[in-house]
């Protein structure tokens, strides 16, 4: 995963943070897809703002699967 491109999720409430955490454990690896089809289904319905949120919990999901530090480390 070239982490130099990813984007890093912008905000998320404790509730994002709790869904992440439910679709890695029930997921595993595919967690990151699972919320990508979520995202989608919320376009193709014309609900953007779900959609918004799916996109950010699957940044999120990504950014919690790193095996490495993304960022500034102080």
Same mark, same amino acid.
């Given at each position: 995963?070239?982490? *130099? *491109? &990813?984007? &890093?999720?912008?905000?998320?409430?404790?509730?994002?943070?709790?869904?992440? !955490?439910?679709? &890695? $454990?029930?997921? %595993?690896?595919? #967690? %990151?897809?699972? #919320? #990508?089809? +979520? #995202?989608?289904? $919320? +376009?193709? /319905?014309?609900? *953007? /703002? !779900?959609?918004?949120?799916? +996109? !950010?919990?699957? +940044?999120?999901?990504?950014?919690? $699967?790193?095996?490495?530090?993304?960022?500034? /480390?102080?």
């Amino acid at each position: 995963m070239d982490t *130099h *491109h &990813m984007h &890093m999720p912008l905000y998320v409430e404790n509730r994002d943070v709790n869904e992440a !955490q439910e679709l &890695m $454990s029930k997921y %595993g690896q595919e #967690a %990151g897809l699972e #919320a #990508a089809e +979520r #995202a989608e289904h $919320s +376009r193709n /319905i014309g609900n *953007h /703002i !779900q959609f918004a949120r799916w +996109r !950010q919990i699957e +940044r999120l999901i990504m950014t919690l $699967s790193l095996k490495t530090v993304a960022g500034t /480390i102080h």
